[in-house]
């Protein structure tokens, strides 16, 4: 149980173009979504955290007009990288939990990861 | 600032060798921890987890990790590592207070290569 899928593996988009990231949670009901960024050989860094039906929460640094991130099912939240440039190429990965705002006695279950190249 | 800190970035290990993986934190209340393992090609997926009670804790494919509360650390071990063992491995914290809605924080991820 507790598979998170994401959508597509991969995307390869002109520089300018927006992309849309889907992340579903086939077989639970995920409350809480959240959206992380992983660069080569480095950590996961947290973008935002998504609960169903309201806005998301940004971390600092990350900017909301242009990472917009919609989580209006308890079942799929998308991150769309509105106009998009060589710098947002990157590891996409999103994670789903069944809690919402705390974590300690859940845990969250990982999709694969969307590899965005911008050309 | 919360971080955590993964010592060791590439770790080579033989077959059967013995395995530890550094981890250490810097947050002064509760905290819950993770080791995750990120196989190739394929996504995170959780080894073990601590919340409370028994600091060592058993996770799945033979790992467990100690959590030394003192030194703010839970290292990853394993006493016979395989070649199946080649992963990127993470240690996760979840630093439990106010205002915290989810947030984990993740060390940098230390590559784990398993030479038949």
């Known amino acids: 149980g507790a598979v998170v899928s994401q959508h597509p593996s991969w995307v390869i988009c002109k520089s300018g173009t927006s992309v849309k990231i889907e992340c579903r949670s086939l077989?639970?009901?995920?409350?809480?979504m959240f959206w992380y960024r992983q660069f080569p050989k480095q950590s996961l860094m947290l973008m935002a955290t998504?609960?169903?039906?309201?806005?998301?929460?940004?971390e600092q640094g990350v900017e909301k007009d242009k990472f917009l991130i919609n989580h209006a099912s308890l079942t799929l939240s998308t991150l769309t990288v509105t106009s998009a440039h060589p710098e947002d190429s990157s590891f996409y990965i999103c994670?789903?939990?069944?809690?919402?705002?705390?974590?300690?006695?859940?845990?969250?279950?990982f999709g694969p990861g969307t590899r965005l190249t911008v050309l | 600032a919360q971080s955590v800190s993964q010592h060791n970035h590439h770790v080579i290990l033989s077959e059967a060798a013995s395995l530890e993986l550094g981890c250490n934190y810097s947050?002064?209340?509760?905290?819950?921890l993770f080791w995750y393992v990120q196989y190739p090609g394929q996504h995170l997926q959780l080894l073990l987890k601590?919340?409370?009670?028994?600091?060592l804790v058993k996770g799945i494919k033979g790992f467990e990790a100690e959590f030394i509360k003192s030194k703010f650390s839970f290292n990853l071990r394993k006493p016979s590592v395989q070649w199946s063992d080649t992963a990127e491995y993470f240690c996760?914290?979840?630093?439990?207070?106010?205002?915290?809605?989810?947030?984990?924080?993740f060390g940098q991820g230390t590559t784990l290569q398993v030479k038949p």
């Open positions: 994670s789903a939990s069944q809690d919402r705002g705390f974590i300690g006695t859940d845990t969250q279950y």
């Open positions: 077989d639970f009901q995920a409350t809480t």
């Open positions: 998504s609960n169903e039906g309201s806005k998301a929460t940004y």
């Open positions: 947050y002064g209340g509760t905290v819950n």
């Open positions: 601590y919340f409370s009670g028994d600091p």
């Open positions: 996760a914290v979840y630093p439990v207070g106010s205002g915290n809605t989810g947030k984990l924080i």
